[in-house]
């Protein structure tokens, strides 16, 4: 079985600054990675993926992230933070193995990440 | 990606009666999962919906509360039955097809309150 730990549960930042959301993962299989980001009010949208090969990864709104497999994390970055980045962050893992079953996402408990002008 | 619909987006339901939850897709896809969001919190998977035969649980989960319909490739139903108010959640569906990664897209949610 698999899990997944978002270090921190509220990032505030200021406006332009740079940020760093964390997220390790336990899993006896080879995993798949997902950033997911959940505006207020709104269903989920995904950041970023991590599949294979390169392990740094470039989603959309400037966010990238790196695959680190000794340290099983896969940290959300951006280097300058607007406000309406303003929302929740959910790291999630998945089995990956293309199987009937193994493809759910394991999801953490998710970071509220405040932009303050 | 796909573009996920989701009915109704939010109500207020009464303890004791069901909800219906309509979620359609405008292309096949593979895979249809309904997944509860609790207020403040991470999301839990409840079921695979599975095309032509009974969805499949997670622990904790069980038909009789969460019955969950899936005609064809495209649309997929959830009903909370007999709700009370720790029902009160956002329930998303979400879906896949079955390329690398299976990556999840995810529908608008709906956000249910029960009195």
Known sequence: AQSVTQLD????VFEEAPVELRCNYSSSVSVYLFWYVQYPNQGLQL??????GSTLVKGINGFEAEFNKSQTSFHLRKPSVHISDTAEYFCAVSDALIIQGAQKLV???GTR????P | S?????KPSRDICQRGTSLTIQCQVDSQVTMMFWYRQQ?????TLIATANQGSEATYESGFVIDKFPISRPNLTFSTLTVSNMSPEDSSIYLCSVATASVGNTQYFGPGTRLTVL
């Open chain 1, 9 to 12: 549960s509220q990032v505030p």
């Open chain 1, 47 to 52: 950041l970023l993926k991590y599949l294979s």
């Open chain 1, 107 to 109: 999801f953490g408990q």
């Open chain 1, 113 to 116: 990440l405040t932009i303050n």
């Open chain 2, 2 to 6: 796909a573009v996920i619909s989701q």
């Open chain 2, 39 to 43: 207020p403040g919190q991470s999301l």
